[in-house]
């Protein structure tokens, strides 16, 4: 039996110590949010936090999290960040197909919380590791340089 | 919110559910009595099924194939082509052969590997250049059109020209990328399937599936599911999957979900077309154009699908955006045994633009006048003849749309400053380039008349509250928005209280599919008239709904025969300039500064508008330089998104871009499409500002680190 918390509250699986943290997720927890758009770690859409650093939920074997704080969407929808990550998105136009989406709000979560005034430069490196085809990023990248702005002080 | 001028921007629809990750996409869904199905494929490019050898299968888990199939074996689109199910033959690496259908995923996919067909191999047809030379051969053009002035006058034309300058050009694959792979599922009722899924065209599966499933009209039902990225690649390709569902459903009595992993979806569905295109012009002693023919070679792929549409509008656009004193087109689609290609944003005109950029741009050089310039004498204007005898009827606003950039990019400034920063530095080098580009708005010809016919409906409630019932799909461009917008607009209703659900064909008419930048153009106008019609009804604390049909513009009669009259109804148009830096030690292209300046009619939505330019600007430039796809011995080797390189947020630069006013008569507060046009413009100004770097000229696209470090060489080598 595996033993962790998600979004802050302790929970156990006694699923394969193989399965990924992913499919866990999804199908045990029923927590949508994260996506899955490659299965291999290259576009990001199943970010999630363990231990506050931004992973792939999809490369990451679930006996490897024994333990260990995991966070999805789910568990930041009631946050003051998410609110000005939320509005900021809007505001911007960030958002299109939506897919990309909840994991492109866990690696600006992430960058702000890591760097709370990023360059837009940096904010491009940030969000490196997640692909969005339909914005061509720009309208993201302004979203998180607005979220910065507005939440000055709370990341 | 009330609604004072159409383009300001509002709050999306769907902001919210995708923000939060909580709106469910398909493989989010999960039916009683569900099982997945996973497809066993050929392995061989083009053979004969000898024999199919099934493992033992636990309880639960079953076998569907061709003899399940109620109806024709055939995926309804355009010709019967497409088998649901191989029959005796197979044609691709990857057609379909048979489902598994069972409860657990892992357990089919180790089934899966059990599975043995024996296919007796036959000698296929891998590339596009072994279909040309096979072109005689019975069966492998697949569709062709010929038009415009005769051979005759053109090498009558030939015969006196001081010159001849004959182009080969190439264009890649294309893969869609759409984040969300492709999805569907079929949910078993005892007097009705219904499928859902990820889709942009809810009544070319349901026609699918009628044919398919043999049965009445009630006995199936579409529902669109919130749909992640299309870009074409759901246009035609999900009514195959809905096909195996649902024929799976039936034969199993269960609801059967199929969503693909990355690299099936990369694998087996539909890509953009390579193609060949040919030019060949007369000029004059100073280089004018005299007289151009274009051919056009689509590689259709293993079976016809859409291309002969595709490889319509690659002609239409074979002359860009100008004016040819004498001109020639015919073009093929020509069968190879590959994974079958279909829709892509653009639908052939990326390839016509990007071929027909680069010759005028190669043309410019031999005359000696700046790029730019030389296109500018070419330029059409309005009540100019189109190459199939139309006519460009509206307003153009190119010229100005040019000035425009010329001022905005400092263009002369910057030209002279990359060239001393080009002689100063030996490795890297800056270029500018340009791209002069249209996209015809709706389905080409009389297709909306003829095939389409669509028909819009808004329900309102004794509450006041406005439903669109409506069959087209939002994924991602933002309609469940901009058209609701246009609705409230015209009933003075705050936007609020105008609702478009989700699209389910049990409750709204076929207002056609969501592709060939139609939808704010043609549905968006049918809205605005029932709309009208409502407003004019209106009356407080009733049910109340209206219907609208098309109503086509008369135009000169497009007659597909002769390949002759008004191709589109509108057109929207598109200028490109680019900044790059070439690193001639890697190859590597770094862009620095892309401006697009568009016309649209009007913008129904500022911040959408942007959001069109934007991600449609960044597919384009990666098409030109970043996303290369290759298929050897027919098989497509670029199974993970890094093996094929679409843009990350590291490769795309600021985009300056104007859109401007010029109100269409027949479209929404004069909207005209605007989804493909903000493609087409990238990779060709990126070639031009490449070749503006290096002083070379290229042949194709995509234009990759190892092409430019071969043309190097090889300049390297001319120049000893």
Request: glycine share 10%; with cysteine; net charge negative.
């Amino acid at each position: 039996m595996i033993k962790f918390t998600l979004n802050g509250k302790t929970e156990e699986t006694n699923a394969p110590a193989t399965t990924r943290l992913l499919d866990l997720l999804r199908d045990d927890f029923e927590l949508i949010g994260t996506k899955e758009g490659c299965g291999e770690g290259e576009c990001g859409a199943c970010s999630v936090f363990v231990n506050n650093l931004l992973q792939n939920s999809c490369l990451i074997p679930i006996g490897s999290i024994a333990g260990a704080e995991i966070q999805t969407i789910e568990g930041i929808l009631e946050t003051k960040k998410f609110k000005i990550l939320d509005e900021s998105y809007s505001d911007a136009g960030g958002v299109q197909c939506g897919y990309c989406i909840p994991g492109m709000i866990m690696a600006s979560a992430a960058l702000l919380s890591k760097n709370p005034h990023p360059s837009k430069a940096e904010i491009r490196e940030g969000i490196s590791g997640n692909l969005c085809r339909c914005t061509g990023y720009n309208m993201i990248v302004d979203a998180i340089n607005q979220a910065a702005k507005k939440g000055d002080g709370i990341w | 919110m009330s609604l004072k001028d159409i383009s300001t921007s509002v709050p999306k629809k769907d902001h919210s559910g995708k923000v939060s990750g909580q709106l469910p996409y398909i493989s989010d869904v999960k039916v009683e009595n569900m099982v997945y199905g996973v497809l066993v494929r050929s392995q061989v490019a083009y053979g004969k099924i000898i024999s199919i050898q099934l493992p033992n299968l636990p309880e639960g888990y079953e076998a569907v194939g061709a003899e399940d199939i109620p109806g024709p074996n055939f995926v309804k689109i355009i010709k019967e082509d497409q088998p649901i199910f191989a029959n005796e033959w197979v044609n691709y690496i990857g057609e379909p052969i048979l489902m598994l259908v069972g409860k657990d995923l892992n357990i089919l996919y180790s089934l899966l590997k059990e599975v043995k067909v024996i296919i007796e191999e036959h000698q296929a047809i891998y590339t596009l250049d072994e279909a040309i030379k096979q072109k005689s051969a019975a069966g492998v053009i697949m569709a062709s059109y010929e038009f415009g002035e005769s051979l005759e006058t053109v090498s009558a034309i030939e015969q006196g020209a001081h010159q001849i300058i004959e182009e080969e050009y190439d264009t890649g694959y294309q893969e869609h990328v759409y984040l969300e792979p492709q999805g569907m599922l079929a949910i078993y009722k005892d007097d009705e399937i219904e499928v859902q899924g990820s889709m942009q065209c809810l009544y070319y599966i349901k026609n699918a599936l009628l044919s398919a499933l043999a049965c009445g009209d009630d006995e199936v039902r579409v529902v669109q599911s919130p749909t992640g990225g299309g870009f074409g690649g759901k246009e035609e390709f999900p009514s195959m999957m809905a096909c195996h569902v649902a024929v799976a459903a039936r034969a199993v009595k269960k609801s059967v979900m199929l969503v693909f992993d990355r690299s099936e979806d990369m694998v087996v569905t539909t890509k953009r077309h390579p193609a060949k295109l040919n030019y060949r012009t007369a000029l004059d002693k100073v280089g004018n154009i005299l007289s151009l023919s274009v051919e056009i070679f689509l590689d259709g792929g293993a079976n016809v699908g859409l291309s002969s549409v595709v490889l319509q509008r690659a002609l239409i656009n074979s002359a860009g955006v100008y004016k040819i004193p004498h001109f020639h087109a015919k073009g093929y689609v020509l069968k190879t045994n590959t994974v079958p290609n279909g829709a892509f944003r653009g639908f052939g005109a990326p390839q016509s633009f990007a071929g027909i950029e680069s010759h005028l741009g190669h043309l410019s050089k031999l005359a000696n006048i700046e790029p730019l310039e030389y296109k500018r004498k070419y330029l059409v204007k309005q009540g100019d003849p189109t190459i199939t005898k139309g006519i460009f009827r509206d307003p153009i606003l190119v010229e100005d749309m040019i000035e425009d950039l010329l001022k905005t990019s400092e263009y002369k400034k910057k030209k002279q400053e990359f060239q001393r920063f080009n002689q100063q530095n030996l490795r890297y080098k800056k270029g500018i380039g340009t791209s002069l580009f249209l996209h015809g708005c709706g389905f080409t010809g009389s297709g909306e008349r003829d095939h389409i016919k669509a028909t819009v409906k808004l329900v309102k409630s004794k509450d006041g509250i406005v439903m669109l019932k409506i069959s087209n799909s939002d994924m991602g461009q933002g309609i469940l928005t901009t058209l609701c917008k246009i609705v409230a607009k015209e009933l003075d209703l705050p936007y609020e209280d105008v609702l478009y659900p989700y699209p389910d064909t049990k409750v709204v008419p076929d207002s056609g599919p969501t592709v060939a930048s139609r939808t704010t153009m043609i549905v968006g106008k049918l809205l605005e008239r029932a709309a009208k019609k409502l407003k004019a009804q209106w009356q407080s604390g009733v049910d109340q709904e209206v219907v609208e049909h098309y109503v086509h513009r008369e135009m000169i009669p497009w007659d597909e025969k002769t390949f002759t009259g008004d191709a589109y109804p509108a057109y929207s148009w598109g200028v490109n300039f680019v900044e790059l830096e070439v690193d001639t030690l890697t190859g590597n292209v770094k862009l620095e500064k892309v401006y697009g300046n568009y016309e649209v009619g009007k913008v129904i939505d500022d911040r959408i508008m942007k959001g069109q330019i934007d991600g449609g600007l960044a597919q384009g430039l990666a098409y030109g330089y970043l996303e290369k796809m290759t298929s050897k011995q027919g098989k497509i080797q670029q199974k993970s998104i890094s093996d094929y390189g679409p843009p990350t947020s590291l490769d795309v630069v600021p985009i300056e871009s104007k859109v401007f006013d010029n109100p269409y008569a027949d479209g929404p507060y004069g909207a005209k499409g605007a989804g493909e046009l903000t493609l087409i413009g990238g990779a060709p100004a990126v070639q031009a500002a490449i070749e503006d770097a290096l002083h070379t000229t290229f042949q194709q696209i995509p234009i990759t680190p190892e092409v430019i470090i071969e043309s190097l060489w090889m300049k390297e080598g001319e120049e000893g």
